[in-house]
């Protein structure tokens, strides 16, 4: 019973609402989208680009992370990021093998990081390689949304990121020793 009620205090938290109101607001932007109004979109995906950023301040600064608000974080962040590049697919010309990339590459992150919560790893926050590559993600978002000229090399940087911060990640976690004398 405590450990229930351990959760339900941890779940409404400022910093994990706010996680939980990115998760809202992702049909917004798929409505957003299909409306074709590129200003309703930048709107929609600053609220949740920003919303994602405060919340992670948020729990830093008043000392409120836990492992309930990592793997919400985490998870939430994957469904915005494959939502994403679905919508940037569909209406934006977005190559469809940048969707299949993000989809195995958020597919195996997460059956990496259930192995790891099974193990008992503690699981590290993100790092200043899956920031960059949010970042990245970000500009490569805009670009696409507002038909901007120079995308593709957002897009290939962001993929190049993708990978480095997906392997920063398994190194980090299988490799503890070596990751810390690096």
């Known amino acids: 019973m405590k450990t229930e009620k351990g959760l339900a205090n941890q779940l409404v938290q400022i910093p994990n609402l706010l996680t939980i109101g990115r998760f809202v607001l992702v049909p917004g932007l798929f409505a957003a989208f299909f409306w074709g109004n590129s200003g309703w979109v930048l709107v929609v995906l600053a609220l949740?680009?920003?919303?994602?950023?405060l919340d992670g301040w948020l729990a830093r600064r008043w000392k409120l992370t836990?492992?309930?608000?990592?793997?919400?974080?985490?998870?939430?962040d994957k469904f915005v990021i494959i939502s994403l590049v679905l919508l940037l697919a569909l209406t934006r010309d977005m190559p469809?093998?940048?969707?299949w990339f993000f989809l195995?590459?958020?597919s195996i992150t997460?059956?990496?990081?259930?192995?790891l919560l099974y193990k008992k790893v503690?699981?590290?926050g993100s790092n200043l390689m899956g920031k960059i590559t949010g970042f990245f993600f970000?500009?490569?978002s805009v670009a696409y949304i507002v038909a901007f000229a120079w995308r593709e090399m957002f897009l290939w940087t962001t993929v190049g990121l993708a990978v480095l911060a997906s392997f920063s990640y398994i190194y980090y976690h299988f490799f503890p020793k070596q990751a810390k004398t690096a």
């Open 48 to 53: 949740v680009f920003g919303s994602d950023v």
């Open 66 to 76: 836990s492992l309930v608000g990592k793997v919400l974080d985490h998870a939430v």
């Open 96 to 99: 469809w093998w940048v969707f």
């Open 104 to 106: 195995a590459r958020e």
């Open 110 to 115: 997460s059956v990496v990081g259930i192995f």
């Open 122 to 124: 503690k699981i590290s």
């Open 138 to 140: 970000g500009i490569t």
